[in-house]
């Protein structure tokens, strides 16, 4: 009786509408699994390989759909090839898109995605830190997160991981010639230095002045993700710089970095304090059209 009475609004649909109303489900559901997956995958470059996964598995529904067999039979050989290249790339981003499913959390999959940030308080201790190496003449490269996560796969190499608490005293001692991680970058993220002996991957620009492969590495990465900032120190001349977005700002005094940082984080408190639905949709559109 209950099962018929579940039934009945169905039963009082016509098999056409009823096929079309299967249609649209069809649609959104797909569309929300995309969002999903597209909530999840916070970062840059993964979310090219994920959109253009995607691309690829509408182009091989539709060409068996318009009945093009061979490109279909191609296409979808590309994604079963893409889909197996993908889950061992994205393994984190997968392990967290199941443990969420698990969990039965599928709201939090629509959630904003999580934010770091950097505070005034770690502009402070960088700040100290970059007087002392400058005055010293300390080569120093400090990458820094601004409003999201930055991953190990945004670096040529990942460095060496130290989840340690930042301080002026730490970043000295890092930097210092004599210690075995003071090749390559640090990953600074909020209060905490990440990792140390980061590679990042090298711009081709040189620009007006002859970069050397600090500059250019903080120009790399900055051009290639948008949300961090990279501090220069030269050792050559113990002169600061800031790049952002691909730009290099130089040379800087102590307090002038201190001046810039701070206004990032303005910036990022001004942008992640817009109301959220808007927040959604924007971030939903910026995720799904714009990237550079
Ligand atoms: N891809 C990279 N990622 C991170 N760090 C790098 C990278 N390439 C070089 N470095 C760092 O830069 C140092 C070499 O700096 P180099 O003298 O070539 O550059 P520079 O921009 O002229 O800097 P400086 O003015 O300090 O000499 C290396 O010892 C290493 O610590």
Known sequence: MMALLGNLPWLLLSSET?????????VVLVLALTYGILRVVAERRTLWMVRGFIVLLFAASFSRAIELYFLGFVLHNLVI?????????????IRIFLEQLGRGQLLS?????VES????????????????????????????????KLSPQDFTHAGIALNARLSPELITCIFQVSSPLHDGA?????????AAKLILPLSDRTGPWQLGTRHRAALGIT???SHCVCVVVSEETGSI???????????LTSSKLGELLRQYVQNQATETSQP????????????????R
Do not use: C, Y
Request: proline share 3%.
């Open 241 to 251: 710089s800031l790049a952002f977005k691909g730009e290099l700002q130089r040379p």
């Open 18 to 26: 009823l096929a079309k109303v299967r249609t649209v489900v069809d």
């Open 186 to 194: 640090i990953w600074v993220r909020g209060s905490e230095v990440v």
């Open 81 to 93: 090839g893409s889909a197996v290249a993908l889950a061992v790339i994205l393994q984190g981003e």
């Open 117 to 148: 940030s950097l505070t005034n308080d770690a502009v402070d201790l960088i700040v100290t830190a970059v007087k002392g190496l400058s005055q010293d003449r300390t080569g120093a490269l400090i990458l820094l997160e601004t409003h999201t």
């Open 276 to 291: 959220t639905q808007r927040r959604h949709s924007l971030k939903f559109w910026k995720m799904v059209w714009p990237l």
């Open 223 to 225: 051009e290639r993700i």
């Open 109 to 113: 999959l629509m959630q904003p995605v």
